[in-house]
């Protein structure tokens, strides 16, 4: 398995766009997380085999997650961006999960490989 990379980090104005693009994404459960300089990892969106989506609430209606297979790529556009969305940005991919009464889990525990990191910085 090859190490997810990130690209597409940069700096931007509050209100502007970014596109982050993630290389050899394989898997059944991909992700982009991030980590503001003293805060905890989040879990900002995630995408299944099936392509569920789930996003962090405060992202919601902002940012969307897509996934090409054939490509091995998974992007997080990123839209009317705050600086509360500055942070490290992190692609994971990994195993979904069945859960025994249905359905998947797709998220921070089902992980198995992470990426580096790209610096996503947006000023007031």
């Known amino acids: 398995q090859v190490r997810p990379q990130e690209s597409g980090g940069g700096s931007v104005q509050a209100g502007g766009s970014l596109r982050l693009s993630c290389a050899e994404a394989a898997g059944t459960c991909k992700g982009w997380f991030r980590q503001a300089q003293g805060k905890e990892r989040e879990e900002v969106a995630t995408?299944?085999?099936?392509?569920?989506?789930k996003f962090l609430d405060s992202v919601k209606g902002r940012f969307t997650i897509s996934q090409d297979n054939a490509k091995r790529t998974v992007d997080l556009q990123m839209d009317s961006l705050t600086p509360e969305d500055s942070g490290t940005y992190y692609c994971?991919?990994?195993?979904?999960?069945?859960?025994?009464?249905?359905?998947?889990?797709?998220?921070?525990?089902?992980?198995?490989?992470w990426g580096k990191g790209t610096l996503v910085a947006v000023s007031q």
């Open positions: 995408i299944d085999a099936d392509g569920t989506t």
């Open positions: 994971a991919v990994g195993r979904r999960v069945e859960y025994t009464t249905g359905g998947y889990y797709c998220g921070t525990h089902a992980m198995d490989y």
